[in-house]
C-alpha cells in the first residue's frame, strides 16, 4: 500500500526531531504523572517513541494492529502490565501515550509551513494516539482482570481448608457465599482429602454462611453426593435457626444428618466411628511436685 504524502511526513518528522520530542514528552509527562520518574519516563519514552516512528514509516498508520506496529504494541501491553501491577489507576496509565500529543503537536506547528499540511498532520497524529491509548486502556484492564481472577481463586483456595479433627474424621468450614465456582473447589479439596486421609465422615461446617437459599442448598447437596461416592458420609453442622427456617420455608430437603454446631457434630462422628471423649478429672498428686516461687521481700 502506498504511504500517503502525511504519513511520509510524519515518519520523517519523528526520526529527524526524536530527541526534541522526547525531551518534551519527558516534561509533559512528569507535570501530568508524578507517580512515574524522569528516568523512568526517558527510558520507556526513547523505545517507544522509536518504535513508533518506525512503525509510521514502514506500515499503515491507519491501522495498530498491522504487523508493523508488533513492537509498538509489545511495549504498551509490556508497561501497561507493570502499571496494573504496581496499583496505578487506568487514567494514570493511559496518560503515558496520551501526553504524547502535545509534544508531537508542537512540533509539527514548528516545522510545518503549510496549513492544510498541517492540519492533516495533526489530525492523523490524534486519530493514531487516540487507538495507541485504547490499546494501553485495554491491555491494563486485561491485565487486572488476570490478577483479580488469580486473587480470587486463591481466596477461594484459602478459604476453603479441610480440617483433620480425627483419625477418620475431617471437617470443611464453609465461609463466605457458595456459588458453582467455589463448590468446584470445595468439593476437590474435600475429595482429595478424604482419599488422603480414608476419612469415613466429612463434616461440613456452615457456621460462616450468611445465607442459604436453593441454589446454596443444591451446592450442598452436590458436595455430598460425591464425598459420598468416595465411600465418605456427611455431617452439616452450623445450622441457625434463621438458616433452618429459610430451609423449610424453600421446601429443600437435604437428606444429610445435621446438628447446630461443629461440637454436636464431631461428637456424632466419634460415636459412629466408636469412640468417645470423656472427661478426665484433674489428678493434684500430678502437680505436687511443681516448684513454689520463693517469696521475696
Same mark, same amino acid.
Given at each position: 500500500m502506498a504511504k500517503s504524502t502525511t504519513q511520509t511526513a510524519l515518519a520523517r518528522l519523528i526520526s529527524d526531531n526524536e530527541a526534541g520530542i522526547l525531551a518534551d514528552w519527558v516534561r509533559s509527562l512528569s507535570a501530568s504523572e508524578s507517580r512515574? *520518574? #524522569? /528516568?523512568?519516563?526517558?527510558? =520507556?519514552?526513547?523505545? @517507544?517513541?522509536?518504535a513508533l516512528g518506525k512503525a509510521i514509516a514502514d506500515g499503515n498508520i491507519t491501522d495498530i494492529r498491522a504487523a508493523e506496529f508488533a513492537d509498538v504494541r509489545d511495549l504498551l501491553a509490556g508497561y501497561s502490565r507493570s502499571r496494573a501491577l504496581q496499583g496505578?489507576? #487506568?487514567?494514570?496509565?493511559?496518560?503515558?501515550?496520551?501526553?504524547?500529543?502535545?509534544?508531537?503537536?508542537?512540533?509539527? %506547528?514548528? &516545522?510545518?509551513?503549510?496549513? $492544510? +499540511?498541517m492540519a492533516d498532520s495533526i489530525w492523523a497524529l490524534s486519530v493514531l494516539?487516540? +487507538?495507541?491509548? @485504547?490499546?494501553?486502556?485495554?491491555?491494563?484492564?486485561? &491485565? %487486572?482482570?488476570?490478577?483479580i481472577e488469580?486473587? %480470587? /481463586?486463591?481466596?477461594?483456595?484459602? *478459604?476453603? #481448608?479441610?480440617v483433620k479433627l480425627w483419625d477418620g474424621i475431617v471437617a470443611l468450614p464453609l465461609i463466605g457465599t457458595l456459588d458453582s465456582g467455589r463448590t468446584q473447589v470445595v468439593m476437590q479439596n474435600l475429595l482429595e482429602t478424604i482419599v488422603q486421609t480414608g476419612a469415613e465422615i466429612a463434616i461440613l461446617d456452615i457456621t460462616g454462611v450468611p445465607t442459604v437459599d436453593t441454589l446454596v442448598a443444591q451446592h450442598l447437596l452436590k458436595t455430598v453426593s460425591a464425598a459420598r461416592l468416595m465411600g465418605a458420609d456427611?455431617?452439616? *453442622? $452450623?445450622? %441457625? #435457626? +434463621?438458616?433452618?427456617?429459610?430451609?423449610? =420455608?424453600?421446601?429443600?430437603?437435604?437428606?444429610?444428618? *445435621?446438628k447446630a454446631t461443629l461440637a454436636d457434630a464431631l461428637a456424632l462422628a466419634l460415636k459412629r466411628t466408636g469412640r468417645a471423649v470423656e472427661k478426665v478429672k484433674r489428678n493434684p498428686k500430678l502437680h505436687a511436685d511443681e516448684p513454689v516461687a520463693e517469696k521475696r521481700d
Open positions: 512515574i *520518574s #524522569p /528516568q523512568e519516563a526517558q527510558g =520507556q519514552g526513547k523505545d @517507544l517513541l522509536h496505578f489507576s #487506568p487514567s494514570e496509565t493511559a496518560t503515558f501515550i496520551f501526553s504524547l500529543k502535545q509534544a508531537l503537536f508542537e512540533r509539527i %506547528r514548528a &516545522t510545518t509551513k503549510d496549513a $492544510g +499540511q494516539i487516540d +487507538q495507541l491509548g @485504547l490499546f494501553t486502556i485495554e491491555s491494563f484492564q486485561k &491485565t %487486572r482482570d488476570e490478577l488469580r486473587q %480470587r /481463586q486463591e481466596i477461594e483456595e484459602l *478459604s476453603t #481448608p479441610v456427611c455431617i452439616i *453442622s $452450623g445450622i %441457625r #435457626p +434463621q438458616i433452618a427456617q429459610t430451609i423449610v =420455608q424453600l421446601g429443600v430437603e437435604l437428606n444429610v444428618i *445435621s
